[in-house]
């Protein structure tokens, strides 16, 4: 994700998406359209990759008085969006949350279980096919699982005699 700045000017994030106009509004309140590209090939209405640029009008950028901290290399702004652009910002946010180390923790302790599957057991390649078969052989790769985890667990008894 790259939608942050390191060189101090505003990133994406500071500009305000306003989805009823269809446009950004920068901290300053003066606004990015999207740029229209007509082509005669309908095809070329729209990029391939659902990427919509959002640009200032050149006049309005060189006046205004954020232009170092906004724009200070080029002579107007332009902002990105992406085709899913929501789902991209619930994103950062759950990456964000206090909650993202303990979700990881949870997720590396699932992971680990799979790469022993596969790597100590051999589940690399299943063996049985079709659904039921799948579910056979997965049952019984989490019952040697478990199994092991529980021989683990229990104390050794030392033998009186």
């Not at 505003?10 to 009823?20: A, E, K, T, Y």
């Not at 949870?106 to 680990?112: A, L, S």
Request: aromatic share 6%; net charge positive; hydrophobic share 30%.
């Amino acid at each position: 994700d790259k939608s942050k700045r390191q060189d101090g000017t505003w990133s994406r994030s500071d500009f305000i998406w306003d989805p009823d106009n269809d446009r950004y509004l920068c901290p300053e309140g003066k606004e990015l359209k999207r740029t229209r590209q007509y082509h005669k090939d309908p095809r070329n209405k729209q990029p391939r990759t659902g990427r919509r640029k959002y640009r200032a009008s050149k006049m309005v950028c060189s006046i205004c008085p954020a232009k170092d901290k906004c724009c200070p290399k080029v002579d107007a702004r332009s902002v990105t969006r992406e085709r899913f652009e929501e789902v991209r910002e619930f994103a950062r946010q759950c990456t964000a949350s206090e909650f993202n180390p303990k979700a990881q923790a949870r997720r590396k302790k699932v992971e680990m279980l799979f790469a022993h599957l596969k790597r100590i057991l051999g589940l690399g390649r299943l063996r049985l096919r079709g659904p039921c078969g799948v579910q056979d052989e997965f049952t019984l790769a989490a019952t040697a699982q478990n199994l092991r985890k529980l021989a683990k667990l229990k104390p050794l008894i030392p033998a009186t005699g």
